[in-house]
């Protein structure tokens, strides 16, 4: 069996290494990373010869002499970050109550003036070479560079802030800002941020506030691994940049005063970001825009952050049992007048076999689904609290028998949608649904389904149900009715409304010929007296009837 490589004066070669690894800056670490692959993908011969300054003689010993020194070098550079990360975690340099202390900000007062610099450069911590930082005042694209010059930048500074900054694009791929841990540029004109910060970056804190900036590259920020702060407040963007969620850290994030994001875009930026979790600063001065879509036009309508938020959290309050689940989305833009806009939520419950009604909807549910289920009653709709907001029930394909739990019910006055198609309702009081009927403007705006129920039918059905079903429900032609193998649209009175005979059915023909008689006889006493009077004579009945004593009256 071969024997293990042995490597001669391992300690101290290699303890030389580990000693310098502090002051070894990253560049070079790469540096010799890639001449380790680049050594090991060549003979043996050809090292030995081109890399004994190393005082490798061996293949085998080189290989384990650099594995060595790789292992140790990149323990530095992992000791190295940590350090920078703690640094950076317990250094406190905010003086203005923002996001972090890590963030660098510097108010208007203390810009330079008269040392012919736009940059001064402020000692944080004596006793940290790191701890440098840059406050600069109105600056532009064309003196940057060279008013950043004077103060020694990039040269151990960790922190830098720029006030009133004109910049018509802010390029961040540059290695200028490759060594910061805190960079603001607030109070100015920037039009676009573009590029991507290098790899390795420790920026924590980003501050592009109050800067009227229009657009952030989508791609800016991904390499910054240990960012944990985020300032965009007071600037005109729509869309927010993606961000590395590598690591599960917290993250601050800044955008009040931006109202031109849209609340889509930041419903899923929060649900983007894998383990970390986000707050807020200043969540109740921050509003997001919602489009309201007319017949006509557009507009936009500012809803709370903490709407967007909620809905973030949705699922937790959605519905659920041992063995069943609902699900909830975001329905639209709710606008009441006199409230603030809110995201109103759609719960769908349908076809998990549940028999009765869910205890407990999320807020701000206007609609709910629970179709192809076991259901038999309505109370819920009536007695529980959580059901004040619903505006559209479906509950096809049920057990429900009767619609008489509604009845004075907070439901009846706002509801837009009622479906109870393919349930067992069998009678149908049509004054439960027939509430605010003197509005006909609220009874167009309401929609009724109740097809493929089978209703009880008789002369009532089919005298006034049929014309109120016509008038009132959506699908009124798809009714039934149980005991008479029709729809009740089609139904006919005369079939319905058959009673048995009896005396009373020919009242109305014995008082039409009582009348006809009355008005005969009337007829012929007029007739005669006018003969009387212009002939003189009596009818002749009158003629041969006897002289009674009281004749005498008429005679003259």
Same mark, same amino acid.
């Given at each position: 069996?071969?024997?293990?490589?042995?490597?001669?004066?391992?300690?101290?070669?290699?303890?030389?290494?580990?000693?310098?690894?502090?002051?070894?800056?990253?560049?070079?670490?790469?540096?010799?990373?890639?001449?380790?692959?680049?050594?090991?993908?060549?003979?043996?011969?050809?090292?030995?010869?081109?890399?004994?300054?190393?005082?490798?003689?061996?293949?085998?010993?080189?290989?384990?002499?650099?594995?060595?020194?790789?292992?140790?070098?990149?323990?530095?550079?992992?000791?190295?970050?940590?350090?920078?990360?703690?640094?950076?975690?317990?250094?406190?340099?905010?003086?203005?109550?923002?996001?972090?202390?890590?963030?660098?900000?510097?108010?208007?007062?203390?810009?330079?003036?008269?040392?012919?610099?736009?940059?001064?450069?402020?000692?944080?911590?004596?006793?940290?070479?790191?701890?440098?930082?840059?406050?600069?005042?109105?600056?532009?694209?064309?003196?940057?560079?060279?008013?950043?010059?004077?103060?020694?930048?990039?040269?151990?500074?960790?922190?830098?802030?720029?006030? =009133? &900054?004109?910049?018509? @694009?802010? /390029?961040? %791929?540059?290695? +200028?800002?490759?060594? $910061?841990?805190? #960079?603001?540029?607030?109070?100015?004109?920037?039009?676009?941020?573009?590029?991507?910060?290098?790899?390795?970056?420790?920026?924590?804190?980003?501050?592009?506030?109050? =800067? &009227?900036?229009?657009? @952030?590259? /989508?791609? %800016?920020?991904? +390499?910054?691994?240990? $960012?944990?702060? #985020?300032?965009?407040?007071?600037?005109?963007?729509?869309?927010?940049?993606?961000?590395?969620?590598?690591?599960?850290?917290?993250?601050?994030?800044?955008?009040?005063?931006?109202?031109?994001?849209?609340?889509?875009?930041?419903?899923?930026?929060?649900?983007?970001?894998?383990?970390?979790?986000?707050?807020?600063?200043?969540?109740?001065?921050?509003?997001?825009?919602?489009?309201?879509?007319?017949?006509?036009?557009?507009?936009?309508?500012?809803?709370?952050?903490?709407?967007?938020?909620?809905?973030?959290?949705?699922?937790?309050?959605?519905?659920?049992?041992?063995?069943?689940?609902?699900?909830?989305?975001?329905?639209?833009?709710?606008?009441?007048?006199?409230?603030?806009?809110?995201?109103?939520?759609?719960?769908?419950?349908?076809?998990?076999?549940?028999?009765?009604?869910?205890?407990?909807?999320?807020?701000?549910?206007?609609?709910?689904?629970?179709?192809?289920?076991?259901?038999?009653?309505?109370?819920?709709?009536?007695?529980?609290?959580?059901?004040?907001?619903?505006?559209?029930?479906?509950?096809?394909?049920?057990?429900?028998?009767?619609?008489?739990?509604?009845?004075?019910?907070?439901?009846?006055?706002?509801?837009?949608?009622?479906?109870?198609?393919?349930?067992?309702?069998?009678?149908?009081?049509?004054?439960?649904?027939?509430?605010?009927?003197?509005?006909?403007?609220?009874?167009?705006?309401?929609?009724?389904?109740?097809?493929?129920?089978?209703?009880?039918?008789?002369?009532?059905?089919?005298?006034?149900?049929?014309?109120?079903?016509?008038?009132?429900?959506?699908?009124?032609?798809?009714?039934?009715?149980?005991?008479?193998?029709?729809?009740?649209?089609?139904?006919?009175?005369?079939?319905?409304?058959?009673?048995?005979?009896?005396?009373?059915?020919?009242?109305?023909?014995?008082?039409?010929?009582?009348?006809?008689?009355?008005?005969?006889?009337?007829?012929?006493?007029?007739?005669?007296?006018?003969?009387?009077?212009?002939?003189?004579?009596?009818?002749?009945?009158?003629?041969?009837?006897?002289?009674?004593?009281?004749?005498?009256?008429?005679?003259?």
């Amino acid at each position: 069996m071969r024997a293990m490589c042995a490597i001669p004066r391992p300690v101290e070669q290699i303890s030389v290494y580990c000693q310098l690894r502090p002051f070894l800056s990253v560049s070079y670490l790469h540096y010799l990373h890639a001449k380790y692959a680049q050594y090991q993908s060549r003979s043996d011969s050809n090292i030995s010869s081109e890399y004994n300054n190393f005082s490798i003689v061996k293949p085998c010993k080189m290989k384990m002499q650099w594995f060595a020194i790789m292992m140790c070098l990149y323990a530095g550079v992992a000791s190295a970050r940590t350090e920078e990360d703690q640094q950076a975690s317990s250094t406190s340099i905010s003086e203005t109550g923002g996001l972090l202390e890590q963030c660098f900000y510097r108010p208007a007062s203390e810009c330079p003036e008269g040392t012919g610099c736009s940059c001064k450069k402020i000692v944080l911590a004596h006793n940290d070479p790191e701890g440098n930082a840059v406050l600069c005042c109105n600056l532009d694209g064309q003196n940057l560079k060279t008013e950043l010059s004077c103060t020694g930048f990039p040269s151990n500074i960790s922190y830098i802030h720029i006030r =009133n &900054a004109t910049l018509d @694009v802010f /390029n961040v %791929s540059e290695i +200028r800002w490759r060594r $910061l841990k805190s #960079l603001a540029i607030t109070d100015g004109r920037i039009n676009k941020v573009k590029g991507q910060f290098l790899m390795m970056t420790p920026t924590v804190c980003l501050n592009l506030s109050n =800067n &009227a900036l229009m657009e @952030v590259e /989508n791609k %800016s920020l991904t +390499r910054l691994a240990h $960012l944990t702060a #985020l300032d965009l407040s007071y600037n005109n963007l729509t869309h927010l940049p993606a961000l590395n969620t590598i690591n599960g850290r917290e993250f601050w994030l800044d955008i009040s005063g931006t109202n031109t994001l849209w609340c889509h875009d930041i419903y899923q930026y929060i649900n983007k970001t894998g383990d970390k979790q986000i707050y807020f600063n200043r969540e109740n001065e921050t509003v997001c825009s919602a489009s309201k879509t007319w017949h006509w036009f557009n507009t936009t309508e500012q809803v709370p952050l903490k709407q967007v938020r909620y809905l973030s959290l949705l699922q937790t309050e959605c519905p659920k049992g041992d063995t069943w689940q609902c699900q909830c989305n975001f329905r639209r833009l709710d606008i009441v007048e006199g409230k603030p806009p809110t995201l109103a939520v759609n719960v769908d419950c349908s076809a998990i076999q549940i028999t009765e009604l869910p205890e407990k909807l999320p807020r701000n549910t206007i609609a709910l689904n629970v179709s192809y289920n076991n259901i038999t009653a309505l109370d819920d709709l009536s007695t529980n609290p959580w059901y004040e907001d619903i505006r559209e029930f479906y509950a096809d394909y049920n057990n429900i028998s009767s619609i008489n739990k509604l009845e004075g019910s907070k439901f009846l006055d706002n509801y837009a949608l009622l479906s109870l198609r393919y349930n067992k309702i069998k009678s149908l009081p049509t004054y439960i649904l027939s509430l605010n009927a003197h509005d006909k403007s609220i009874i167009s705006s309401r929609l009724v389904k109740l097809g493929g129920n089978e209703l009880h039918c008789d002369c009532n059905t089919a005298k006034y149900l049929k014309v109120w079903l016509q008038t009132r429900i959506l699908d009124s032609d798809e009714v039934l009715c149980e005991n008479v193998k029709e729809k009740v649209v089609d139904l006919e009175p005369s079939k319905m409304c058959v009673y048995p005979g009896d005396w009373t059915d020919y009242i109305y023909y014995i008082i039409a010929t009582e009348v006809i008689l009355l008005i005969s006889l009337i007829a012929k006493v007029s007739y005669d007296y006018w003969v009387f009077k212009t002939a003189g004579y009596l009818p002749w009945p009158a003629n041969k009837m006897p002289k009674l004593p009281c004749d005498w009256l008429c005679e003259t």
